[in-house]
């Protein structure tokens, strides 16, 4: 069976764009709902949500609009989990963290994450939807986090463990989805470092380095993914540098100011962006995107 992958052209643009904008209103509505509403009430609004939601993607799938069809799985996935939500609460059950969301046991949030898990495989099984993997790993990554850590450095360590564990697991799977099972890997990997380099220059420039890595990862795997986040690793690192170099504190032009050096620091990186360009261009594998 063929591994269908969307294209990008102006008109899955704007499906995409449609998905999002009907999410963001979705989210207000859910907002002001439950605002305006009980706990009982309320829940009947979302089962009206889900309904149509649901009802939209079955018809976009049964005219043949798999893109459509797909988008809209995904927001079913979404209103599944504000329904199931709304029904925790409605009964008492307890669904959030505090500021730490790995502080305690939470079962009634594993047993959430879990619904919505068993919703996106389902629909990823039915219309075989790329996007529909993010909540499955995102989620499988609360839980399994959730369960063995409390939060700080060793829910660090367990992220980049996962972040590892889903690198491995998109290199063997379909080129298709295993762009996404990649790009999460990588979200993962980059938020554990972050957490523990993001304060002195030592950090930055460790941050800097591993861009480079990831760049140099993402031309070895063809997944620009990887690519882009180490991009943005590095020009975290350059504004760091240039506003503290400039200043001689990372502060915004209070005392002495070289206003020379943003513009080096600026020069640098791109020279740099370029060199980087030029040696994965000899690479003759072009990347598959999702």
């Known amino acids: 069976m063929d591994v269908l992958k969307p294209r990008w052209t102006s008109a899955s643009f704007l499906l995409y764009l449609g998905m999002f904008t009907v999410l963001a209103a979705a989210t207000g509505a859910y907002t002001y709902l439950s605002l305006q509403y009980g706990d ?11 309904v149509v939601l649901a009802a939209l993607g079955i018809g976009f799938r049964r005219g043949g609009a798999w893109i459509a069809a797909g988008l809209f799985a995904w927001l079913t996935v979404v209103a ?8 925790f609460t409605w009964w008492g059950w307890h669904t959030g963290g505090g500021a730490n969301p790995f502080d305690g046991w939470h079962w009634s949030s594993w047993a959430l994450a879990m619904i919505v898990i068993g919703t996106a495989a389902t629909l990823l099984a039915l219309t075989r939807f790329p996007l529909l993997v993010i909540p499955i790993l995102v989620l499988a990554w609360y839980v399994v986090t959730d369960f063995i850590s409390g939060g700080g450095s060793w829910s660090a360590v367990v992220t980049l463990l996962i972040g590892l564990v889903y690198l491995g697991v998109g290199l063997v799977v379909n ?34 380095a591993f861009g480079v890595v990831f760049i140099g990862l993402g031309v070895l795997i063809s997944r620009s993914s990887w690519a882009v986040l180490g991009a943005l690793g590095l020009i975290g690192a350059s504004v760091h540098f240039a506003i503290d170099w400039t200043t001689g504190s990372f ?15 600026a020069a640098v990186l791109g020279f740099l962006f370029v060199v980087l360009g030029l040696l994965a261009g000899r690479r003759r594998d072009e990347p598959v995107v999702g």
């Open 40 to 50: 009982g009430a309320f829940v009947g609004w979302t089962v009206l949500m889900l």
């Open 80 to 87: 599944v989990a504000t329904f199931v939500g709304a029904v």
């Open 251 to 265: 502060t915004f032009f209070t005392g002495p100011t070289r206003l020379w050096v943003p513009i080096v620091v």
């Open 175 to 208: 080129r298709v989805h295993g762009f996404w099972v990649e790009a999460v890997s990588g979200v993962l990997v980059s938020a554990a470092l972050l957490f523990w380099w993001h304060s002195s220059t030592a950090d930055f420039a460790l941050l800097a």
